[in-house]
């Protein structure tokens, strides 16, 4: 396999970079915004420039890791959230799709209204944001053009180590090395996962070339915010140079409706796993083992 990573500065990105070179496969990431080591410039506006690094490059597969992924800003701008969750994707995929090049579009649980869930691969998106709307476009706009090349994996509450330390898990590290107080939803539910169990699975898949939509997820699928929080913070205990950091602080929980967000959160959208898992036993990382983002 030779692989391109698009947007492999970001959370997903950059872990996936490392899972691959740790299994030998030949892999090449890009970036846009945040430069790092071995990384090439890529703007997907730039069709001649997509175009030309990707004959080059010759990959037998593209992960497309980037996207606009703040889910108020694209509350505020769903133009620029359809372009980069949507259009642009379906611009890689049709380029995909001429080459024969295999085509993963990562996205997202937000496809779901969050009344139902945890929610199945079977069950039909219902997104009540801009964000949600603009993964579902991509969804559609992929798989309708690349077909049997596209690789649809739905992810959740992702965290792991990434330079830009702006997932959860580093939010909560931050709050309890600065002694911040934190307001967090009490009514928001998900699968809180390990980006590198998320990478894994992906590159199973791709070598068993499977296609279509996936659900990867850890086993916790209905945990609450605070279930999560309290996960981090037991890990936290278990190290001398947190312990008394852990116990001075504090943090409140408080309902969505509050919080005071631009945009409208699905509160139960957990993902059900049970294909993955069947189809790829793996042992999971359990929230609370949060070592590697210390190191």
């Known amino acids: 396999m030779r692989l391109l990573v ?3 500065s970001g959370l997903l990105g950059s872990n996936l970079l490392i899972e691959a070179k740790e299994r030998g496969i030949e892999v090449k990431g890009t970036y846009r915004s945040h430069p790092a080591l071995d990384l090439v410039p890529l703007d997907l506006a730039n069709h001649g420039s997509l175009t030309a690094l990707i004959d080059e490059w010759a ?3 593209i992960v497309h890791a980037a996207g606009w992924t703040w889910v108020d800003g694209c509350e505020m701008d769903p133009g620029r959230a359809m372009l980069e969750n949507a259009e642009q994707p ?3 995929a049709r380029l995909c799709a001429e ?5 993963v579009y990562i996205s997202t649980s937000y496809v779901f209204d969050g009344t139902a869930g945890p929610y199945s691969e079977d069950d039909v998106p219902c997104p009540i944001n801009a964000y949600g709307r603009a993964k579902d476009a991509g969804e559609k706009a ?3 053009i690349a077909g049997s090349l596209a690789l649809v994996p739905r992810v959740i509450c992702v965290w792991g180590k990434e330079t830009q330390r702006k997932n959860f898990a580093y939010q909560v590290l931050t709050a309890v090395r600065e002694n911040t107080a934190m307001r967090i939803p009490s009514d928001q539910c998900g699968n809180p996962t390990w980006a590198g169990d998320i990478c894994a699975w992906v590159l199973d898949l791709l070598r068993a070339e499977e ?3 996936w659900h990867l997820g850890s086993k916790f699928e209905e945990w609450t915010r605070e279930q999560w929080l309290r996960a981090i913070l037991d890990g936290l205990r278990k190290r001398t140079d947190y312990l008394s950091m852990v116990e001075a602080w504090r943090y409140f ?3 969505t409706a509050l919080i005071g967000q631009t945009a409208l959160r699905p509160l139960k959208a957990g993902l059900l796993t049970h294909r993955i898992v069947e189809r790829f036993p793996r042992v999971i990382r359990h929230p609370s083992n949060i070592d590697c983002l210390l190191t």
């Open 59 to 61: 990959p037998s597969a």
């Open 99 to 103: 080459r024969g090049i295999r085509i």
């Open 90 to 92: 379906a611009v890689l």
């Open 211 to 213: 296609s279509g939509i």
């Open 6 to 8: 698009v947007g492999g």
């Open 142 to 144: 992929v798989m309708a």
């Open 253 to 255: 929980s408080v309902p």
